[in-house]
């Protein structure tokens, strides 16, 4: 483990992370984000989920620095009495967690199937990227629309509501898988023509295991890349389907629902039901693709600049 540990600290990844600003920057506030909204029921003034703390006469309150506000709630209160700070940590836990598990789904079905593309080639490799042009034919919002709305319509609102953070997770996954077959594909092609290749090929390795033990970790680079820049898009695909009030349901506030739930009075004067989540939103997201887009250059010596 020591050894490990030591080559980390050597290595050039650190070293460059160390010397750019920006990627410290939005390291530490991604950091910060993750941190205060796993930790939201310990640090959280109220829990949005427990009808007990929420009190329907305390609603639409404005922000304490405001004339009316409360010192209970700093960020103010939304349509319902819930506090807005707790309701975003909250939230933000929720969208934070649909875009990991998202991009882990889509992660598996594309790699997979990019790695048989790529190594078996043939028909199957035909299929699978004419089945991948279809779906990228298709937007992730257009299929989300779609099949979520057919399932509140066909099993009805209440059980989608105790199924929606399953759901979106699922829905999200599956559009974007493309995406990585398309890239480990594009790896695939290039590896396996190599003399490492063809040395495991002779010595008499399986299929599978010169596949996922030598092809595979020689394809992680844009894996990566990819990976950081997919959890920004679930989250605000997420986000989006929330706002269209076909993600999560009120009573389970991610980022997305809070947007939607105070929509509609920013113009009569209760804006920071909207404008807080929003402004935190965009701050989660900017700070993941500042990191994709410093590791897409680190990865890539033709881009990085000292």
Not at 228 to 247: H, K, P
């Amino acid at each position: 483990m020591s050894r490990y540990r030591t080559l980390f600290r050597q290595s050039a990844l650190l070293y460059r992370f160390r010397r750019d600003k920006v990627a410290i920057a939005s390291f530490s506030i991604l950091l910060l984000l993750l941190i205060i909204s796993f930790a939201a029921p310990f640090i959280a003034p109220f829990n949005p989920y427990d009808p007990t703390q929420i009190d329907i006469m305390d609603s639409n309150l404005p922000p304490v620095w405001q004339t009316d506000g409360d010192a209970r709630f700093t960020l103010g209160t939304d349509t319902q009495g819930r506090d807005i700070w707790s309701t975003m940590l909250y939230g933000t836990r929720i969208s934070i967690t649909i875009g990991l598990f998202a991009v882990l789904l889509q992660s598996l079905l594309g790699i997979a199937m990019g790695l048989a593309a790529g190594y078996y080639g043939g028909r199957l490799d035909s299929f699978l990227m004419r089945l991948a042009d279809i779906q990228l034919s298709f937007s992730t919002l257009m299929v989300a629309i779609v099949v979520l709305a057919v399932f509140q319509a066909a099993f009805g609102s209440e059980l989608y509501n105790e199924l929606a953070i399953f759901m979106l997770i699922l829905v999200i996954g599956i559009a974007e898988w493309p995406q990585y077959a398309r890239t480990v594909r594009a790896s695939v092609l290039a590896e396996k023509k190599k003399e490492y290749v063809d040395a495991v090929r002779v010595i008499g390795l399986s299929r599978r295991r010169i596949m996922f033990r030598h092809i595979l970790p020689n394809t992680l680079s844009p894996i990566l890349v990819i990976s950081t820049v997919q959890v920004a898009n679930a989250i605000m695909s997420e986000a989006a389907l929330s706002f269209l009030g076909l993600g999560m349901p009120v009573n389970q506030p991610s980022l997305g629902s809070l947007i939607n739930s105070g929509f509609q009075y920013i113009l009569s004067g209760s804006w920071w039901i909207t404008t807080f989540p929003a402004l935190l939103l965009i701050l989660l997201v900017l700070v993941i693709n500042l990191l994709g887009d410093w590791l897409r250059d680190v990865l890539n010596p033709k881009l990085y600049k000292e």
